[in-house]
């Protein structure tokens, strides 16, 4: 795999690089350049190479066709249900071992307003989901995520970090572990089941977004695969973050900033599924 050459090669900071130039905009503009620099010797082949990064622009900007994309290319489980959290609930209340599991999404820069670096909307997201569904069964919550391969900076606090202040001072809710230093979602999930092993959990309820579940659940599933037998560990997935803004069907098949951020998102788990760990 792709992913997992660069980081045995010691340049995993090369991962986000290389995902920008694979995912759009860059690989339409690259079309669109090479249909301008042939049009002048093979004009007709210049002008099919120009509409088909037209085309493609286009399409990448539509949440319509990012929906397509991500219903028929990626394998998402459903949302739980009232009866699911209900279950968890009553498994809680009789001592049960089983953790919420969220994983980081990504930081922002320091924030002017706090006057700090800040949680994403992604993690944001994410975490808002894990507080919720804790209170709604009892079951306590592990926060995973480091800095990032994009993010090595010393001065960027650990995500699972800065996930821990928030919870605590805008929700109330302590967070009982947090792993900081994973940097991706191969680590996330090797790093987590070490940290949580001590504690006798068996069972993670994981928290993510759709389109990043079936990574998250294929990483996972392959690190507790290297437990032992008799540490067997059980996965739910726990997908957010699966609904799409109210547009109207023609809306929907009009570029926008959304569809454009919508496409992206889906594209990257799609690579990934192809490309291996990132």
Known sequence: ??????????????????AALLLPPAPLLALALGGAWLARARPRAGRWLA?????????ASCT????????????EPPALDAAQRDALRARAAAGEPIAIVVLGGGMTEPAPEYGRFDLGSTSMGRLRYAVWLSRQTGLPIAATGGRGWGGPDPAVPPEATRMAEVAQSEWGVPLRWTETASRDTHENAADTLALLRPDGIRELVLVTQGLHMPRALREFRAAAAAEPASAAIRLIAAPMGQAYGASSPVLAWLPSGEGALRMHEVLHEVLAGIGGRT
């Open 51 to 59: 509409g088909l990064a037209c085309a493609g622009a286009w399409l």
């Open 1 to 18: 795999m792709i992913a997992d050459w660069l980081t045995f090669l010691g340049v995993g900071s090369a991962k986000p690089v290389l």
């Open 64 to 75: 319509g066709a990012a929906r397509w994309v991500e219903r028929h290319g990626l394998d």
